[in-house]
């Protein structure tokens, strides 16, 4: 595999882990010309469904935008990518196992709550003030006071 920070083709596995549920398997590499580290994941490639945005178009299902939002929902969070990885698993398993060729959306960012509920409350509440788009001070408050329970 090709270094990403100087394109050197040659780098070595230095060490590879397997997932809690096996669902990947990550290797820690060096290379060997400017002996810098980093990190790849080894998935199966499946097909994931499409996903229909509220406005009815249909996009490509991206693992890289669900580790986006679960990024800012955790900014400055005491949550590992370990378990963000593991969550971002989860919900792919959840789609597949749903056997549909399309997902709404909604559906889709409610996965992400759940996922975001069990990790960390406050990036939850990110998560759902913006996901939800609440329109009085009230409905907020409520959800903030439902996650302090």
Do not use: W
């Not at 097909?47 to 669900?66: H, M, Q, S, T, W």
């Not at 679960?70 to 005491?78: G, N």
């Not at 056997?99 to 709404?104: A, F, K, P, S, T």
Request: contains cysteine; glycine residues 6%; positive net charge.
């Amino acid at each position: 595999m090709k270094c990403p920070f100087c394109s050197h083709p040659e780098t070595q596995v230095v060490e590879t882990r397997e997932s809690e549920g096996g669902d990947f398997i990550r290797r820690r590499r060096r290379c060997s010309a400017c002996d810098k580290r980093f990190t790849t994941y080894e998935r199966p490639e499946v097909n994931f469904p499409a996903i229909v945005k509220k406005d009815g178009r249909r996009v490509e299902y991206k693992r890289e935008k669900l580790e986006g939002s679960f990024h800012i929902a955790l900014r400055k969070r005491p949550v590992g990518t370990e378990q963000v990885d593991a969550a971002i698993s989860h919900i792919e398993e959840r789609l597949l196992q749903l056997g549909q060729r399309e997902v709404l959306s909604t559906r889709l960012g409610e996965m992400v709550m759940h996922e975001l509920q069990k990790m960390d409350k406050v990036a939850y509440v990110r998560y759902a003030s913006v996901y939800r788009s609440f329109e009085h001070i009230e409905e907020f408050k409520a959800l903030v006071d439902k996650v302090g329970e």
